[in-house]
Each structure stands twice: as structure tokens, then as C-alpha cells.
């Protein structure tokens, strides 16, 4: 299958700004390579040293995006509102565009081999680790190891958003938990679900490679007789009711399903919400409120929010 790769050049002060540009124009996942926050990784305690020296020897001294559409009758136009976001807006501070975009076509086993060396065992919260199957990892005492192969399908537990909502599902899973994953990507969220011992997951995606990514996890980590993944939007495959609602997506999204949640969540369910900008949390609580739900907590890592709420 043949991708367009769209690689964003910008600067750190501006990381955030076009990630947020991209992310509202419809993109699930991005790459971002930034030098700094790799030399930053090898000067810590942790045991960085498995990263790939080539990233730090990029050229360019600034940030890379990188975002990753399929070939199809809609992709001139969603490349050319990249570029007029991107391109032809400047920041107020500099009067400089944001960036430059470049297109450059890529095949999906190219590109699920070359990403491969940003992606190594990671721990999220008390006990999940996260570790690539193509990756040798010597489990510790108490962890729940959780193997996962994203490939085109972004959602490989680095992401701030994805930390927080398994911090989160750590909190408020138990065995007797029904669970929903909106938006599954690669599954992760179900399967961590699962792990931590629900008795049962529905995941849903709407694109259909997800779906197929999501079922290939679900089946490498034997988690087939909890997990569930389905292909749909948002709750239109859904006919039960869940003790919780994990949604790792954007802002807006997230907005216009609140008024539907209490058909699919239990009186005492919890809402797990995240992939929400810090701009746009007091907009997403607003409406969570004003639907009936009421705050449990709020956390926020590197600009990015996770809300937790139940109804009142």
C-alpha cells in the first residue's frame, strides 16, 4: 500500500503549535523528531543508551513532523491545507511561517521498518511496559508486559495522551470492569484493559487499518476472549452499557460525544478522556458539566490533559 509522508520543518517553539494544526486537520499520529529531546533522553538516569545515534546526527537543527496519510481521491486537498496552515501563516511573534512542508511518497513496509528505532521498551504508570515484538525485554517482578506491533496504525504508548490514560485505567480497571476504547489505534488501551484484568472490551475504530492492526495486537497479546475490536464511529457499534468510556482522540471530538455517553455508560461509570490540548480543556469540562458529570480528576503532562469524570 502507498502513503504520502508529509514532513513539517519548524523550530521548538513552534512544535507544539503545528502538532495541534495537524491533529485538528484530521491526523491520528505524528512523528516528531527532535534532537534535543534525545540528547536530553541520553543525559538522564534512565538507560537511554539503546537510541540510535543517526537521530542525533540529523542535519536539521530544529523539529521534524511527520504525518502519514493513505493515497485516495480526498489527499490533494488535505496536503493542501497543510501547507496554507503551515506555509502561509505567520507566527505573530516572528511574522515567519510556522514551517515548510515537503511530500514525499513511501510504501508501508518501508516505512514500518525505518521508524523502528524510535520505538524500544518504555514503563507507563506503576506496572505497564510496553515492549515492541520485535524488541528482548527482561520482565521484573510485578509488571504486565504488553507486546505491540503499531505498524501504520499510531499508538505505540509513547505519546503524553496514551500515558495518561493508562495511568488512569491502572486506577479504574478492576475484574469486574466492562470497558469501551473509542478510537482503538493500535489497540493499546483494549489490550491494556485487558491486561489489567476487565472482564470484558469493545474497542472501535473508524479506519478499517486500524481495525486490522488493533486485531493483530489483540490476538499476539491472547487477549481474544476479553478484546473485542470492531470497525464503526465512535459508539454506533455499541449497545451495552460500559462501567468506563476510554477516549484518547481530540478535543472536539471528545465535545460532540459527551451528550452521548450516558446511553453507553453505567450510572456509576467513569469517563476517561484524553488527547485534549490545555487551550481546549476548560471547553471540554464545560460540556462534561453541563451534561451532568462531575470532575474526578484532572492531569496534565507536557500541554496535554487527561480528564477523568463520572454523572452525577
Same mark, same amino acid.
Given at each position: 500500500?502507498? /502513503? ?110 525505518? /521508524? ?187 500541554? /496535554? ?8
Amino acid at each position: 500500500m502507498k /502513503w504520502v509522508e508529509v514532513q513539517i520543518k519548524t523550530t521548538t517553539e513552534a512544535e507544539e503549535i503545528v502538532a495541534n494544526i495537524m491533529y485538528d486537520l484530521g491526523v491520528t499520529g505524528l512523528a516528531i523528531e527532535d534532537p534535543s529531546d534525545i540528547l536530553a533522553f541520553q543525559q538522564s538516569e534512565e538507560d537511554w543508551d539503546y537510541i540510535d545515534p543517526e537521530l542525533v546526527k540529523q542535519d536539521y537543527e530544529g523539529v521534524i513532523i511527520k504525518a502519514y496519510f493513505p493515497e485516495d481521491e480526498n489527499l490533494p486537498d488535505k496536503i493542501q491545507l497543510v501547507k496554507d496552515n503551515i506555509e502561509n501563516i505567520p507566527m505573530r511573534e516572528t511574522g515567519k511561517a510556522l514551517g515548510s512542508v515537503t511530500i514525499t511518497e513511501v510504501y508501508e513496509e518501508d516505512w514500518a521498518e525505518a /521508524w523502528k528505532k524510535y520505538y524500544k521498551p518504555i514503563k507507563l504508570g506503576e506496572k505497564i511496559v510496553i515492549k515492541p515484538t520485535w524488541e528482548e525485554y527482561e520482565k521484573k517482578e510485578g509488571e504486565i508486559v504488553i507486546e505491540l506491533d503499531p505498524g501504520m496504525a499510531f499508538g505505540t504508548g509513547t505519546h503524553e495522551t496514551t500515558m495518561l490514560c493508562i495511568e488512569a485505567l491502572e486506577k479504574y480497571v478492576n475484574n469486574n470492569t466492562f470497558v469501551y476504547d473509542v478510537g482503538c489505534g493500535s489497540g493499546i488501551l483494549s489490550i491494556v484493559s485487558a491486561k489489567l484484568g476487565a472482564k470484558k472490551v469493545v474497542g472501535v475504530d473508524l479506519d478499517p487499518l486500524c481495525v486490522k492492526i488493533s486485531r493483530e495486537n489483540v490476538s499476539i497479546n491472547r487477549v481474544e476472549n476479553t478484546v473485542e475490536i470492531l470497525e464503526g464511529n465512535l459508539f454506533d457499534k455499541f449497545t451495552e452499557k460500559a462501567d468506563i468510556i476510554v477516549c484518547n482522540i481530540i478535543a472536539e471530538v471528545i465535545i460532540d460525544m459527551v451528550k452521548h455517553l450516558k446511553k453507553y455508560l453505567k450510572d456509576d461509570g467513569v469517563f476517561i478522556a484524553s488527547g485534549i490540548i490545555v487551550e481546549k480543556k476548560e471547553k471540554v469540562k464545560e460540556e462534561l458539566v453541563s451534561n451532568g458529570f462531575k470532575m474526578l480528576e484532572e492531569k496534565i503532562t507536557n500541554d /496535554w490533559v487527561l480528564i477523568v469524570s463520572s454523572m452525577e
